[in-house]
């Protein structure tokens, strides 16, 4: 089983920055691939960056050149540095890891961009 933790979440002022967490436990073995997600209220959950074990890394082209995905291995730990954020970007954060067999999903944190 794997829980993840995350933090970071915040308000800020549109063309600020924050940088949101998510710490995994237990076994790492398996892990395919770790995800952000996030969803405003009506609509979908969409993926924001992703990072798979290979270390290779997508964006969505919404954030491309402003938010950028990274892991710390030895803490097993993803973050999301998000710079130059704008009002659309306010949403829900998940996160989510792919660890064969299952899909994990964090608990949410919730990110307000003020214009």
């Known amino acids: 089983q794997v829980q993840l933790v995350e933090s970071g979440g915040g308000l800020v002022q549109a063309g600020g920055s924050l940088r949101l967490s998510c710490t995994a436990s237990g076994s790492m073995l398996g892990f395919r691939a770790m995800g952000w997600y996030r969803q405003a209220p009506g609509k979908q959950r969409d993926l924001v960056a992703s990072?798979?074990?290979?270390?290779?890394?997508n964006y969505a082209d919404s954030v491309k050149g402003r938010f950028t995905i990274s892991r710390d291995n030895t803490k097993s730990t993803w973050y999301l540095q998000m710079n130059s954020l704008k009002p659309e970007d306010t949403a829900v954060y998940y996160c989510n890891v792919f660890k064969w067999p299952h899909n994990y999903w964090g608990q949410g944190t919730q990110v307000t961009v003020s214009s």
């Open positions: 990072i798979t074990s290979g270390d290779s890394t």
